[in-house]
């Protein structure tokens, strides 16, 4: 979030899930432990879906509507109404 703020966009957490590994993540989870990129043993993750929008130059507001998008079971709605 910092990145996306320290670059002039507006962001924010649109939803968060924690979910068992699937097949990609269970085969690299050995080299992901080895890495110290996950705790031994550790087969879930949380997921984040993040929106991010620079602002319109002089208009002060964000552009235009986000299309709603569907993560599994998750229904994202729009940022704005325009």
């Known amino acids: ?38 705790r031994p043993g550790q087969r879930h993750e949380e997921l984040v879906v993040i929106a991010a929008r620079r602002l319109a130059s002089g208009a002060g507001r964000l552009p235009g509507p986000v299309a709603e998008r569907h993560l599994g079971r998750v229904a994202l709605p729009a940022l704005d109404s325009a």
């Open 1 to 38: 979030m910092r990145l996306l703020t320290g670059q002039g966009l507006t962001a924010r957490v649109l939803a968060t899930a924690i979910e068992p590994f699937g097949p990609v993540m269970s085969r690299r989870a050995a080299l992901l432990e080895d890495l110290g990129l996950i």
